[in-house]
C-alpha cells in the first residue's frame, strides 16, 4: 500500500517527488500552498507528538455496550453482495438492504441521488445515504463513512483491473456506524445523530485533483436536508483492520482540532488508547476534507494509518481486503469509543 497515490503528504514532497515522480500530480501545487502557509503558523499543533491530557480526565457516562460480532455481520453481509462499485447492481443491492437496516432501527432515511461525472468521464448516478436519529432534537452530531468500493485493484500486483471486495475500505466503516444506529432506537442520546454513507468516494486518480470523494463533495455543496448543520463531525474509513492504528491526521488537526482531542482522549479514558495515538500524521483527502472546507462542519477522520511505514493498511486497494484481515477487536475500539462519545455529548451548544 502507497499512501501517495490518493493522498498528499505535506512532509515528505520533495522525498517524494524525486522518487515517485510519476505518481505525482503538480494539480496538488495550489493546495500544497495553502498547506505551507498554515504549517508555517506557529501553532502548538505542528510537533510531532500531540498533547496527552490524560490528567484532565473527562466524566463518562454509561454508554451502551458496542457488539463486534454484530458489526462484523454487517461487513460480512456487504461482502455478499460482491464489490459495491457505484453503477453495478451488485451496488444497488447493499444501497437498499443499508436503507432497510436503517429504516428498521427507527431512523428517518433519505436517499440524495445525483449523476456525477468521474475523472475518467464515466457518467455514474450515485446515492448518499442519509439517516436521522431524534429529529426533535436541536443539537446534531455527524457520523459518516462511505459504502462504496474501488472499481479496480490499482495496488495489487495482479489483477489490477478487478475490483476489490473492500473489507476494510470501506465495509468496516459502514459496519460500526450500522451497529451504533441499532443501539440508538432503545437508548436515546442527547442530542439528534445524523448517519451520512457517502457514495462514489474511491473511483479517484490522485493525478486528478478532486477526483475522490465525489458524493461527499456533491454533498458539501447541495447539503440535505436543505440548511443541515451539526455540531461537528465524525468520518470513519478503513477501521477494521488487525493492529489498525489511528494517528491524528492533518487535516483534523486543522480544522477540528477540539473534536480530535476529545475523541482520542475518550478512546484513551476506556482502554483503546493502543488504536488511537498521540501522533500526528500528514493531511489525507479523505470525505471529511470537502465538509470542513465547503460545508464548514468540523470533522475529524479515524483512518489508519501506519506511520512507521507510511502506509495505509498493508492490504489497501488490493485483493487482499477481505474478510481474513478483519479484527473484531478494531471494530469494537473504534465503535465504543464513538458510542461514549455521542452518549457522552451534552445538549446544550
Ligand atoms: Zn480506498
Not at 456487504?78 to 444497488?92: D, E, I, K, M, Y
Not at 429504516?103 to 440524495?112: I, R, T, W
Request: glycine share 6%; charged share 20%; hydrophobic share 40%.
Amino acid at each position: 500500500m502507497q499512501t501517495y497515490k490518493r493522498f498528499f503528504l505535506v512532509q515528505n514532497k520533495f522525498v517524494f517527488l524525486r522518487h515517485n515522480m510519476n505518481k505525482f500530480s503538480f494539480l496538488w501545487t495550489v493546495w500544497f500552498m495553502e498547506w505551507v502557509l498554515f504549517a508555517c503558523k506557529p501553532s502548538p499543533e505542528n510537533s510531532s507528538i500531540t498533547q496527552n491530557n490524560q490528567n484532565n480526565k473527562m466524566t463518562l457516562v454509561q454508554a451502551p455496550e458496542f457488539h463486534q460480532d454484530s458489526s462484523y455481520e454487517f461487513i460480512v453481509k456487504q461482502l455478499a453482495f460482491g464489490p459495491r462499485v457505484p453503477g453495478t447492481l451488485q451496488h444497488q443491492n447493499c444501497r437498499d438492504w443499508i436503507i432497510e437496516k436503517l429504516e428498521s432501527y427507527g431512523a428517518k432515511v433519505y436517499v440524495q441521488k445525483a449523476k456525477l461525472r468521474t475523472y475518467n468521464g464515466k457518467e455514474i448516478e450515485i446515492s448518499n445515504i442519509i439517516a436521522q436519529f431524534f429529529l426533535e432534537k436541536p443539537k446534531r452530531v455527524m457520523l459518516s463513512a462511505h459504502w462504496d468500493t474501488r472499481p479496480f485493484a490499482d495496488e495489487d500486483s495482479i489483477d489490477q483491473s478487478k475490483p476489490i471486495p473492500g473489507a476494510n475500505d470501506a465495509a468496516s466503516g459502514v459496519a460500526v456506524l450500522l451497529e451504533i444506529a441499532r443501539h440508538l432506537q432503545n437508548n436515546p442520546t442527547q442530542v439528534g445523530i445524523d448517519i451520512f454513507f457517502w457514495d462514489l468516494e474511491d473511483m479517484g486518480n490522485s493525478e486528478v485533483e478532486d477526483s475522490y470523494c465525489l458524493g461527499s463533495q456533491y454533498w458539501a455543496k447541495n447539503p440535505y436536508p436543505t440548511n443541515y448543520q451539526a455540531s461537528y463531525g465524525i468520518n470513519l474509513d478503513m477501521v477494521g483492520a488487525q493492529n489498525a492504528q489511528f494517528p491524528q491526521e492533518g487535516v483534523s488537526i486543522r480544522y477540528a482540532k477540539g473534536v480530535l482531542d476529545k475523541v482520542w482522549q475518550t478512546a484513551h479514558q476506556i482502554g483503546y488508547g493502543a488504536y488511537f495515538l498521540f501522533q500526528q500524521s500528514a493531511p489525507i483527502i479523505d470525505d471529511h476534507y470537502y465538509i470542513n472546507k465547503i460545508a464548514g462542519i468540523p470533522t475529524i477522520d479515524i483512518i489508519h494509518k501506519d506511520i512507521s511505514k507510511d502506509h495505509f493498511f498493508e492490504q489497501w486497494h488490493t485483493h487482499g481486503d477481505n474478510l481474513e484481515i478483519i479484527d473484531k477487536n478494531t471494530l469494537k475500539a473504534v465503535g465504543q469509543t464513538l458510542l461514549q462519545v455521542i452518549y457522552n455529548e451534552s445538549p446544550e451548544f
